[in-house]
């Protein structure tokens, strides 16, 4: 019993040495070919990221995937594998924000994220209804499309259509509110002439 345990004590000191000494050498690996890429490194993720505020937690983020990494096996070229992690993680906020923003979505080739776009049915569908709206638009007084489109489309405040439009804000409210019932009731008698109750 007395030699198992001092033979394990032993295997659990080598272990700790090599730790430790392995643990030297990737801390030196990291200081010596990681650190001295944190300009460009940041330099990537301002270009290719919106939020300034949220690169130096980036580049940490980095950092800790990079470490990680490394603690199983060093990469080959220190650089391709911290630009290629940057980019990896770029593509996970990406997916996890679910919403692209304009500077990602300049460089989206780059980061080889596949856009989800519409299918073709979708696609015919949705010109299909906007052809719908665009007659039922037509079909409104001049004054009420012109006051709709400028609310709806333009996103244009009641003072703001007044201004453009010289008339008082109480006649905007008026025009908006008889262009969406006219509007809805032409696209509800359209949609009930196409699919007929049988």
């Not at 940490?60 to 993680?89: G, I, M, N, W």
């Not at 004054?143 to 905007?172: D, P, Q």
């Amino acid at each position: 019993m007395t030699d198992t345990s001092e033979t394990d004590r032993k295997n659990v000191s080598v272990r700790c040495q090599d730790m430790t000494s392995r643990g030297t050498e990737l801390h030196g690996w990291f200081i010596r070919e990681v650190l001295p890429l944190e300009a460009a490194l940041t330099q990537f993720l301002q270009h290719n990221w919106r939020g300034q505020a949220n690169v130096a937690d980036m580049v940490q983020d980095v950092y800790v995937r990079v470490f990680e990494a490394a603690c199983k096996e060093l990469p080959e070229s220190t650089a391709a594998f911290v630009f290629a992690t940057a980019r990896h993680l770029l593509i996970d906020r990406v997916r996890h924000e679910k919403i692209i923003p304009l500077e990602a979505g300049e460089n989206l080739e780059a980061l080889n994220v596949a856009a989800e776009a519409p299918g073709a049915d979708d696609q015919v569908i949705a010109r299909e209804e906007l052809r719908r709206v665009q007659a039922a638009l037509d079909e409104l007084q001049p004054r009420s499309r012109e006051a709709f489109v400028l609310h709806h489309v333009e996103g244009c405040s009641r003072r703001e259509i007044a201004a453009r439009m010289g008339i008082s804000e109480k006649t905007v409210t008026w025009h908006l509110n008889t262009g969406v019932r006219l509007l809805a009731d032409i696209l509800y008698r359209n949609s009930a002439k196409r699919n007929p109750r049988r």
